[in-house]
């Protein structure tokens, strides 16, 4: 299945912890249906290392993946979240936002 969210959209996430928050997609994991969006991020307690980039330990931010059913693409043209539709232009498959009707590159 073609996922219609890609890496570089700016998305808002629908439900979940970080309901309401908006960001960019930094990756996207199509096995799993997954998202990793900036921004949205985890506590993680590390122990300390002699030999990594935390050798004292504590408390980090780490960036969590969402399920992609939970983020909603922003419309560049409009602003607002909208769902995402697939058509042919020009022989080629091209996605569009449903409010606004427009391509998105």
Sequence with gaps: MKLKIKKGDTVKVISGAAVGQQGEVLSVDSKKNRVTVEGITAKKHVKPQSNKDNPDGGIIDVNK?????????????????????????????????????????
């Design 65 to 105: 993946t969402i399920h992609i059913s939970n983020v909603m693409l922003i419309d560049p043209s409009t602003k607002q979240p909208t769902r995402v539709g697939r058509r042919l232009e020009d022989g080629k498959l091209v996605r569009y936002g449903k409010k606004s009707g427009e391509t998105i590159s």
